[in-house]
Every structure is written in C-alpha cells, then in structure tokens.
C-alpha cells in the first residue's frame, strides 16, 4: 500500500526551529515531486513547497521564503521540511503528500497524503 | 497573483440530492484544477484532476467540469459519506488552494 507517514511535530516557541519528516512506504521516493501542505486550526488549506524529484529544483509559497527549507534523502525514502523564526502564524497541521503527474494530460496533483503532524507555536 | 475562489462557501443538501460547486480563477489557468475531498479530523483526498478527469477509486458520482476561468464539481447524487470540505487547487504557478465549500447535511 503506498503511504506517507510524517513525524516531528511538536509545540515549539516562537523563534523557535523544528524538523519535520516524512517517509514514504509501499513507493521510491524518487519516482516523485514531493511537497508539504499545511492547515492552521480550522482554516483551509495552504500550499508550503515542493521539490523535484532530485532535490535540484525547490518551489516555495512567497510568504515563507527564506524561512522554510524543503530537502529529501531517496535513499531513506524521507522527506523534510526544515521550519526557522517559527510565529504563532506557523500553528498547523502539516502534511506530506506525493505529486503524480498524469501521463495522459500532464498534469500534477497530490495524489497520496500523510496524516499530518501538528506544529503548535507558542510561549 | 492569480486568486481562486468558491462558491458557495458553505452548503446544505439531503441525501440523493444533486450537487454543484463552483471554482473560479481570477485569470485563466487552462485545465489546471484539481478537486479534493477533506473530511473532518482527516487528510484531503484527491477527487479529480485536470478539471475533469476522475482520480482512481473515486465514485462516479462525482464529476469535474470547465476550464479558463471557471470549474464545477458535481455529485450527481449525494450519499451520506459525501459530506466534507470540498477544495479545489490550482496546479499552474505557484499552487493555490480554494477557500473550500463545507457540505452539510440538511
């Protein structure tokens, strides 16, 4: 079964750093464009980043360029998230989720989702 | 930047109802559009991709339609497990998400 586990969240202070991770089962990693999605606490969904399938290429959402950093290790089958400078506005559930592209009409879409872990930032 | 919208924001409807739910971007972004399916405490789940191609293991009830500017999803025929936050996502550019359509049972 393919599936996406992520781990690592926790509460943390503002200003504070966090590493997130995500092994992915049942699939290669490398196979895939890899990214993380969050939701604040009874919010909609935001897009974080995602990453190429060799780690070359790392696409971030403006608002959190420079602090956020996307990486992956294939041979772990891991991916990971590196949050800095953590806010209260960083409060979320994040998810992992692989990006299939459709052979027929190119398309991207997240096709598989973790469960999510929860980062809480506060003093 | 491009914005999505959807409408409406939020939804009541009984079971065997017909459904539509509207996404639209405030400048064209061709076919895409991607649907997901977010039930409460749970991860979203992909419904559809490219504005109308049904993802495997998806209920047929369910349908993409449009391009441009405007999208619709449908449930032809709603079942009591159909009631979520439907999301739609925009996959050119930087990825957006739609504010979501809650669902709810009348």
């Known amino acids: 079964e393919v599936q996406v586990v992520e781990s690592g969240g926790n509460l943390v202070q503002p200003g504070g750093s966090l590493r997130l991770s995500c092994v992915g089962t049942g699939f290669s990693l490398s196979n895939h464009w890899m990214g993380w999605v969050r939701q604040a606490p009874g919010q909609g969904l935001e897009w974080v980043a995602n990453i190429n399938r060799d780690g070359s290429g790392r696409y971030y959402v403006d608002s959190l360029k420079g602090r956020f950093t996307i990486s992956r290790d294939n041979a772990k089958n891991s991916l990971y998230l590196q949050m800095n400078g953590l806010r209260a506005g960083d409060t979320a559930i994040y998810y992992c989720a692989r990006i299939v592209v459709d052979a027929v009409t190119g398309m991207d879409a997240y096709d598989t989702w973790g469960q999510g872990t929860m980062v809480t930032v506060s003093s | 930047d491009i914005q999505m919208t959807q409408s409406p924001s939020s939804l009541s409807a009984s079971v065997g109802d017909r459904v539509t739910i509207t996404c639209r971007a405030s400048?064209?972004?061709?076919?895409?559009l991607n649907w997901y399916q977010q039930k409460p405490g749970k991860a979203p789940e992909l419904l559809i991709y490219?504005?109308?191609s049904l993802q495997g293991g998806v209920p047929s009830r369910f349908s993409g339609s449009g391009s441009g500017t405007e999208f619709t999803l449908t449930i032809s025929s709603l079942q009591p497990e159909d009631f979520a936050t439907y999301y739609c996502?925009?996959?050119?550019?930087?990825?957006?998400f739609g504010p979501g359509t809650r669902l709810e049972i009348k």
């Open positions: 490219a504005a109308s």
């Open positions: 400048q064209s972004i061709s076919r895409s």
């Open positions: 996502q925009r996959y050119s550019g930087p990825i957006t």
